[in-house]
């Protein structure tokens, strides 16, 4: 009889993501309050875990601390502690003034703790056992007191100034942040950066969480301050370098990476305030939330375009905010006026502001963050940039095209019609800016000035309007009293267009003597 065989059936194997892992879960995080920094920290820093924050001297760290402790406690509900090695209460309580933070109110409401150990060097020498048990019941008590979720230690570095042994230094380090955890509180360490090692002991990056870097550096003698999260157990982040300013509302991240292509098309159309020029885009005018470009050279009538653009945003009731980076705000209003635009009531109404700056007074990336500030606290809905190219002097001209998609980006996720205006040199190509910024823009103008019969015209045309139909003329405007006005067309017998002088003489019958134009020439 043959026996009968069995075999054996194998379970189908399983691959992973359909079932035979276990469900993520996904780090626990204490948000941080501080505007973009949550943002690339996908949620803020690991709850219950301590995070070293490194960094050279003046580079921030001691107020991230401790606008992390003061958000937490405002926003969060998250009493803090913070110890400090080098400064004391008074320091802490006047330097956060500067901030808009009032300790001396958080601390008797119980929602802060302030506490200042002093060490002395000279009594702080390694000599047998070296322990941090008499730091633990100090810290502990301090938790207890108001039963802290946050904890700040600024800086780990001063704890260690007399010890030699870095495995002694790695092990009490070790067990601090063990004992951080086992307290449950989500700790920020900051220490101070030596050469090329993160910390002084160049250690602390090997027993924390989180390690975020700041960093100060200049550039053409303008000072930008920079974040970077080098390393985030268990969260995916974003690597790269992040600007940031510190400023009377605290410190302020921009984060690089999460802007993108994800904003709304809107269908709503906005004039341009020019008599004719809405005619060119079919009576429309620009589409809401488009960035403008007017480009031209020295003279051609950039910021009256720009200020007309203006006038019509505040006459609809619209806030409008101007970036100005070569006239002052008076100037500006001055200058307008002879054209026929008085900017002056709408600002007494606050419906105009003009944020007037040299671009040699900030950083590239800081005057980046500081727009991104004003245009987030006013909320304007029409914004003018005038000229985008004086920024060329603080960074190069891939780094400025950098900025300004950051910029565009940022205005577009909020339907922010933006217009920018670019300084062309004379000579160069006239369908190319300085900068090479137009493939950014969705409409492209461009004004011209040339030169024929003894005489300079102002022209004006459409370069590109991306999802409307656009006017392909070339059209003469002139400065008036009442503003900038685009002529109408004057062909000659030839079908050739007459501007300037010759097309006076051609609407008067006498082509073969121009006379001098009646319009009035504004310098």
Known sequence: ????????????????????????????????????LDEITNGGLPRGRPTLVCGGAGCGKTLLAMEFLVRGALEYDEPGVFMSFEETTDDLVENAQSLGFDLQRLSARRRLVLDHVQLEREKHMESGEYDLEGLFIRLGHAIETIHAKRVVLDTIEVLFSGLSDKFIVRAELARLFRWLKAKRVTAIVTGEREGERLTRHGLEEFVSDCVILLDQRVMEQSATRRLRILKYRGSAHGGNEMPFL?????????????????????????SSG??????????????????????????????????????????????????????????ITRNMRSIGIDLEPWTRRDLLRVHAQRPTALGLEAHLVAMHRLIDDWKPRVVVVDPVTNMAAVGSEIEVRAMLARLIDFMKLRQITALFTSLTEGGTTAERTDLGVSSLMDVWMLLGNPEANGERNRTLQIV????????????EFVMTDHGVTLVDISRRADGSVAIGSARDAQESGRSDDPKPSRRRKVE
Request: hydrophobic residues 35%.
């Open 246 to 270: 510190i400023d009377d509302h605290g410190l302020s991240v921009l984060p690089i990476t999460s802007l993108g292509l994800t904003h709304q098309a809107s269908t709503a159309h906005l």
């Open 1 to 36: 009889m043959t026996p009968t065989v069995r075999r054996r059936k194998f379970a189908p194997t399983k691959r992973a993501g359909n079932g035979s892992r276990p469900a993520r879960r996904p780090l626990a995080k204490a948000p941080t309050g501080i505007p973009g």
């Open 464 to 475: 590109k309007a991306r999802g409307m139909a656009h006017s392909n003329q070339v059209r």
């Open 274 to 331: 020019v008599t004719g020029l809405d005619a060119m885009f079919g009576k429309k005018g620009y589409f809401r939330g488009n960035s403008v470009l007017v480009s031209g050279t020295a003279g051609t009538g950039k910021s009256s375009v720009a200020s007309h653009f203006v006038e019509a945003a505040c006459r609809r009731g619209e806030r409008c905010l101007y970036f100005a980076f070569e006239e002052s705000a008076g100037q």
